[in-house]
């Protein structure tokens, strides 16, 4: 079984930075995908940024540059250094994982139903 947990969330000014943090615990190797996706109420869960078990990564057109994901697989924590935030960031932050054998292929997973696992969210706050 693995489970996630995310941290780091918080509330900051247009153009700060924060890191998001989900701890990897369980049974997971180095065919996993992982990802960061995001929710504003009422809206649909949206990808943010994934790898592929090859450390290949995607990232959503409105992320501009401004985002970078990583994976320590010593700590087995996956990050999300999120700079010149802006106001239209605003969500609930959630990272996901997925061990199939898409993953195990080295297909890289970008849609909500394609990730079986999700962590509890961590909310990311951003005011003009």
């Known amino acids: 079984q693995v489970d996630l947990a995310e941290s780091g969330g918080g509330s900051v000014q247009d153009g700060g930075s924060l890191k998001l943090s989900c701890a990897v615990t369980?049974?997971?190797?180095?065919?996993?995908?992982l990802g960061w996706f995001r929710e504003v109420p009422g809206m649909e869960r949206e990808g943010v940024a994934a790898?592929?078990?090859?450390?290949?990564?995607k990232y959503a057109e409105f992320v501009e540059g401004r985002f970078t994901i990583s994976h320590d697989k010593v700590k087995n924590t996956l990050y999300l250094q999120m700079n010149s935030l802006k106001p239209d960031d605003t969500a609930m932050y959630y990272c996901?994982?997925?061990?199939?054998?898409?993953?195990?292929?080295?297909?890289?997973?970008?849609?909500?139903?394609?990730?079986?696992?999700w962590g509890q969210g961590t909310q990311v706050t951003v005011s003009s």
């Open positions: 369980g049974n997971i190797d180095n065919s996993f995908c």
């Open positions: 790898f592929n078990r090859d450390g290949s990564a």
């Open positions: 996901a994982a997925e061990g199939g054998n898409y993953c195990k292929n080295g297909y890289l997973l970008w849609m909500v139903p394609e990730y079986g696992v």
